[in-house]
């Protein structure tokens, strides 16, 4: 058997698809006595990261629909939105909704929160970091599709790199909106933004579930789609949907899809601990594989 006491929380990225972390953590965050002491996140992961350690998850689902009842289109509607937002508006939109659902107190209890790690991507150029990345982003297309791991290892041949970010002292630099923000650029779509002078792209294309530096202790790794392959160890435990979420990774018109992602990952975390036998007051250290959410021991 193996207790599930972690250490080491990890949220995988996927856009809007990462409602399924709210939805499950909501479920099993107080049976299982979640209290991680390191926690690291990916694109859209970091900033569902973040709504975990200020409390903000249902808020960001209030906020992030009440932006999407407003939505028709996914692009730009007219030439004044294309002025300022180019070919989509879901930078700007990000960027408000980061913005009205991290506020101060929100920040001021990720600064004081446990040791909190963004990674971000950065292009192999400087040069059109843009249009550079077209290259990656097949490699990291081919690289899901064929290899079906959280382990992305096309991209990082073609010359992406990466690094960790200290969230928490971005959020005592008062620049963790700018870090969330820029955390989550898909290129070619949105425009490449900067950190400390590097241009920096979707970290999702080097990691889909970066480790926590320094990586001690066991880790919970929440994951956002399904994949074939999930590699094996003794001191992490992945977490997958039970199907296809509904959310459209950068779907910003329906408010439906996210809500029924929360629902489903509420879902998959109840059948998560009623597999670990797990009630609602305390944790317990029963363990078995699963299919369902297909949890498994992995690296």
């Known amino acids: 058997m193996t207790e599930l006491n972690f250490e080491q ?120 970091p843009k249009w550079s990345t077209f290259p990656m982003m097949a490699a990291y297309l081919l690289d899901i599709a064929v290899r079906s791991t959280p382990k992305v290892v096309l991209p990082t041949s073609l010359g992406a790199d990466q690094s960790f970010v200290d969230a928490r002292q971005a959020a005592r630099d008062g620049t963790l909106i700018d870090l969330i923000c820029i955390a989550a650029v898909i290129p070619p779509v949105f425009n490449v933004e900067g950190w400390n002078g590097r241009p920096v792209i979707d970290g999702g294309m080097t990691s889909k579930a970066p480790m926590p530096d320094p990586n001690e202790g066991r880790t919970l790794i929440l994951l956002t789609r399904r994949f074939r392959h999930l590699p094996q160890s003794d001191t992490c435990l992945y977490v997958q949907p039970s199907e296809a979420v509904p959310a459209d990774k950068i779907d910003f018109t329906d408010r439906g899809k996210i809500e029924e992602t929360w629902r489903q990952g509420a879902s998959d975390g109840k059948a998560f601990l009623l597999r670990h036998r797990l009630g609602t007051d305390a944790p317990s250290a029963a363990h078995d594989k699963t299919q369902g959410t297909r949890d498994a021991r992995a690296l």
């Open 9 to 128: 929380l990890v949220f995988s990225g996927g856009g809007t698809r990462c409602f399924w972390h709210g939805g499950f953590l909501k479920t099993v965050r107080r049976p299982m006595a979640l209290e991680p002491t390191r926690i690291a996140g990916v694109s859209g992961g970091a900033l569902a990261a973040s709504c975990f350690i200020a409390g903000r998850d249902e808020t960001l689902l209030e906020t992030m629909g009440a932006t999407f009842d407003r939505r028709e289109e996914n692009l730009s509607t007219s030439w004044n939105e294309v002025q300022s937002d180019g070919l989509t508006p879901h930078q700007r939109l990000y960027r408000e909704i980061v913005t009205e659902t991290l506020d101060r107190q929100a920040i001021a209890a990720i600064a004081d929160g446990p040791s909190f790690q963004v990674l971000l991507a950065h292009p192999p150029t400087r040069l059109l």
